[in-house]
């Protein structure tokens, strides 16, 4: 007897306010999973709620027209609130509706709770995922491209796709086999992206990022952790994919650190290689790691048509780096700045305040740096540790009253303090304009939270006046709104490739 299967799904994929615009980068993981799911005969549809203030109500006229059975968001921390509304929309409305959580909160929620229970403790990461029980039925922990159907039927709250032993953990072969993301389910006229003035859209080369940076989540989780990549043949069909069916002729390669891959000169020459092939000029953005960087990788991405990377320096303080476990020394940054600057290479700076041991002086220290420096762009955000990072599984409770913890970098017993978050509740923000938006729930023996918002707000003001990069008055935030009395949804926000009649 052949096993019957749910012949439709929705995929949702949630709003994130903490952002300036939502609609910049595709969200290529739910489009990935609505890829595997078209590939075994699904019907997907796929609701896009990025940008809409109003996306309970959008939700409900949804869910008013659909018999939606199946239910899967992705979300990560900072969406979570918003996913917390979603569900209970959806409860509210279709009790009886089976509602799966999958992305990158429930990811680390899981790996943070699994390390707890290796130590023998039963702490916030328990918490945290005991929380996620009263809104979800089924959470998906690591990669859902293989997961996702075993969600759809499984009695157990967790599907353990974040083990390497499981068949659902994606291998080198297995990522290359994958369908291309289900692109044709979003709107892409409404996601704005230029590189250099050109249409351009984000891709993913690679998973994982093998360092141990303390402020990283994901350090525990192998998904996040181990590198699987795609076939140089692979990436580059993608490419011409989405040259070819959409125009697009600028991409982001959205990969941890691009130059950790072996074979990345080898992708830069035959990326090379495709365009002198279509006869067309690409302009590519991608991430590097400062101490992996070379002058052969940087000609190679030039000639290939990158002409910007982005690098997360995260400070100018050897001590903050060190307590940081960033392995890369302010010598190897300011390094893999003069290597970029030899290729014709900008470099936008990713710099991060508020680690174990921050004080003014290393504030200072990180300012004096951007200006020898002189990057061609910037940004400073303050850090929030988030289930899976260092900062957050490692930390212990020091005011059980208040919800304080500390995470304690042992070389030196730096310190960095934290408030416990509810973050089924409470969006982080990680991105907001220099004029004010910040909050922190860090502090450290040196500095208290205000003066760390007040840091990070006069770095960004009086860096850019000393070195000429205004903020950019065009990245405010765009807020939609959707009329609820159309009888049916926009396609700008809802994207079907049907309904499959088993």
């Not at 409470?426 to 910040?438: F, I, L, Q, R, T």
Request: hydrophobic share 35%; glycine share 8%; charged share 25%.
């Amino acid at each position: 007897m052949t096993k019957s299967r749910p012949a439709h799904v929705t995929l949702i994929n949630p709003p994130s306010p903490f952002l300036l615009d939502e609609r910049v980068f595709p969200p290529l993981g739910i489009l990935r999973v609505a890829a595997v799911l078209e590939q075994k005969g699904y019907g997907v549809d796929l609701l896009d709620l990025s940008g809409f203030s109003n996306f309970t109500e959008i939700l409900a006229q949804y869910l008013s027209q659909h018999d939606s059975r199946h239910i899967g968001i992705s979300a990560t921390t900072p969406q979570i609130p918003a996913a917390r509304e979603v569900a209970e929309t959806i409860r509210r409305l279709r009790p009886t509706t089976r509602i799966i959580l999958g992305g990158p909160h429930g990811t680390l929620a899981v790996a943070a709770k699994k390390m707890e229970a290796k130590n023998g403790v039963s702490g916030r990461a328990h918490r945290a995922v005991s929380q996620l029980t009263k809104y979800f039925d089924v959470l998906v922990a690591g990669d859902g491209e293989d997961a996702v159907e075993q969600a759809l039927t499984t009695n157990e709250f967790v599907v353990d796709a974040d083990d390497p032993k499981s068949p659902m953990f994606l291998t080198n072969a297995r990522l290359g086999e994958l369908p291309l993301p289900a692109r044709h389910l979003l709107d892409f006229g409404s996601y704005r992206y230029t590189i250099d003035g050109v249409p351009a859209t984000s891709l993913i080369a690679q998973l994982g990022c093998p360092f141990k940076c303390g402020f990283c989540a994901g350090r525990l989780s192998p998904s996040l952790r181990r590198i699987r990549t795609r076939s140089t043949e692979c990436i580059v069909a993608e490419m011409v994919h989405l040259y070819q069916a959409y125009g697009f002729r600028g991409f982001m390669f959205y990969d941890d650190e691009l130059n950790v891959s072996k074979t990345m000169v080898e992708l830069m020459r035959a990326i090379t290689k495709a365009q002198r092939d279509l006869g067309v000029e690409w302009k590519l953005r991608g991430f590097v790691k400062a101490e992996l960087f070379t002058p052969a990788q940087a000609e190679a991405m030039y000639e290939a048509g990158f002409r910007w990377l982005l690098t997360g320096f995260e400070s100018g303080s050897p001590r903050i780096l060190e307590n940081i476990q960033k392995i890369a020394t302010q010598e190897a940054n300011s390094r893999c700045v003069e290597i970029a600057r030899a290729a014709g290479l900008k470099v936008k700076a990713l710099m991060s305040i508020g680690h174990p041991g921050e004080s003014h002086e290393t504030i200072r220290e990180t300012e004096q740096w951007l200006l020898d420096i002189a990057p061609d762009d910037f940004d400073v955000t303050i850090i929030t540790p988030y289930p899976g990072s260092p900062y957050y599984d490692e930390a212990v409770c020091v005011d059980p009253e208040k919800g304080h913890y500390a995470y304690t970098y042992k070389r030196n017993g730096d310190r960095l303090l934290q408030e416990e978050i509810d973050y089924l509740k409470e969006a982080d923000y990680y991105k907001g304009n220099p004029d004010g938006g910040y909050v922190s729930h860090v502090w450290t023996d040196n500095l208290t939270r205000e003066e760390l918002v007040a840091e990070r707000d006069r770095l960004e003001t009086s860096l850019r006046k000393k070195l000429g990069i205004p903020f950019n008055p065009s990245a405010a935030a765009q807020r939609y709104e959707h009329s609820m009395g159309q009888t049916s949804l926009p396609t700008t926000i809802l994207r079907s490739s049907g309904v499959l009649v088993l």
